[in-house]
């Protein structure tokens, strides 16, 4: 079984400052999908970004990229220009191969202040 | 775009009450989900369907059944509530299936289901 690990509980950030958020997972597939929710105290999960495990370059979307180290199984989130609409739970959630199972961290609480 | 649609939004329940929760998707996907969200934890399967007439156990699938209805329909039916089981309820789907992988899911809003 998988399993996903934030280590961060809790962060702050000043508005328009970088953060890093941090994940890790363990897990013995070779090809697998890990992917970055966001949820705001609305309670909706949002899509923030994801990334295919056989791709070598990190993704990006707009302010947040990831860098995303296989051989140590580390999957961390920057959030560049922190705003606080950015304010929310962040979770990591890995994918297995076939598709079908979504594993999450426990979330890391984030807070932008102005 | 109302996206994936989940009723009700909020319930309380007594121990021992049965209750079904509905979910639907309007974006044709052929995968859906159930999900728990316990207060300072991430979200856990209780049980997914890859296809119309398919589900498969998650994660946490004690004291759950659910139902395929059909491609839109996805619910989740608790036949003897108990207080462990108060959490807040996601459904979600994805296009996820045969020849597609990495497909990211949608979710719903939630239900709020306490139990006393």
């Known amino acids: 079984a998988q399993t996903v690990t934030q280590s961060q509980p809790e962060m702050s950030v000043q508005e328009a400052e970088t953060v890093t958020l941090s994940c890790t997972y363990d897990t013995s597939e070779n090809n697998y999908y890990l992917f970055w929710y966001k949820q705001p105290p609305s309670r909706q999960m949002i899509l923030v970004i994801r990334?295919?495990?056989?791709?070598?370059q990190n993704a990006t979307e707009n302010r947040f990229s990831v860098n995303f180290q296989k051989a140590a199984k580390s999957f961390s989130l920057k959030i560049s220009d922190s705003q606080l609409g950015d304010t929310a739970m962040y979770f990591c959630?890995?994918?297995?191969?076939?598709?079908?199972?979504?594993?999450f961290g426990g979330g890391t609480r984030l807070m932008v202040k102005p | 775009n109302a996206g994936v649609t989940q009723t009700p939004k909020f319930q309380v329940l007594k121990t021992g009450q049965s209750m079904t929760l509905q979910c639907a998707q309007d974006?044709?996907?052929?995968?859906m989900y159930w999900y728990r969200q316990d207060p300072g934890m991430g979200l856990r399967l209780i049980y997914y369907?890859?296809?119309?007439?398919?589900?498969d156990k998650g994660e946490v699938p004690n004291g759950y059944n659910v139902s395929r209805l059909n491609k839109r329909e996805f619910s989740l039916r608790l036949e003897s509530a108990a207080p462990s089981q108060t959490s807040v309820y996601f459904c979600a789907s994805s296009e996820a299936g045969w020849g597609k992988l990495n497909q990211p899911q949608h979710f719903g809003d939630g239900t709020r289901l306490s139990i006393l």
């Open positions: 990334q295919e495990a056989y791709k070598q």
């Open positions: 959630a890995f994918m297995n191969n076939a598709g079908n199972m979504l594993t």
């Open positions: 369907s890859a296809s119309e007439g398919t589900t």
């Open positions: 974006m044709n996907h052929n995968s």
